[in-house]
């Protein structure tokens, strides 16, 4: 199953977004701690409406804590940001594919992205005016590309 992986997210209604989306997708919301907000936020609540209940979430302390747990493949892991070397329409997603994202204001962690140089991707942006997209749109955006690619389809 493929699984949405937030590290030290900050907003709450992009998160209740997001695990809208996971539920739509059948994925998994995987959250790294620190949270800029506490799960019981009705923010969060309110952008996931009545699916938060079906979201399968997962939620570690550390991004080690995750690495350790789960010990994904190099392969099943797919970072996020806008300086990626490569669209996210080149990779090729299994259908047990981590694609990881980071904090909104401030993106994964400089030790994360340098550990995965070389799993970062980018959506292209057409107008030299927009550096980035909301996260929740960002996300959705990959996670359909993501089961498109993949024989999760």
Not at 96 to 104: I, K, P, Q, S, T
Not at 109 to 118: G, N, S, V
Not at 123 to 146: G, I
Request: charged share 20%; hydrophobic share 45%.
């Amino acid at each position: 199953m493929t699984a949405i992986v937030l590290v030290h997210p900050e907003i709450p209604h992009n998160t209740g977004a997001i695990g809208r989306t996971c539920v739509a997708l059948d994925m998994e919301l995987v959250l790294i701690r620190p949270y800029g907000f506490v799960l019981s936020d009705k923010l969060l609540k309110r952008a996931g409406l009545d699916y938060w209940q079906h979201v399968r979430l997962a939620e570690f302390d550390s991004w080690d804590a995750f690495l350790g747990e789960r010990q994904p493949r190099r392969e099943q892991v797919f970072a996020f940001e806008e300086y990626g070397a490569r669209s996210f329409y080149d990779a090729e997603y299994p259908a047990d594919a981590y694609l990881v994202f980071g904090r909104e204001t401030a993106g994964l962690p400089h030790a994360i992205a340098a550990a995965l140089d070389d799993r970062m991707f980018h959506l292209p942006m057409r107008s030299e005016h927009v550096r980035s997209l909301n996260l929740a749109n960002t996300v959705t955006a990959v996670a359909y590309q993501a089961l498109r690619g993949s024989s999760a389809t």
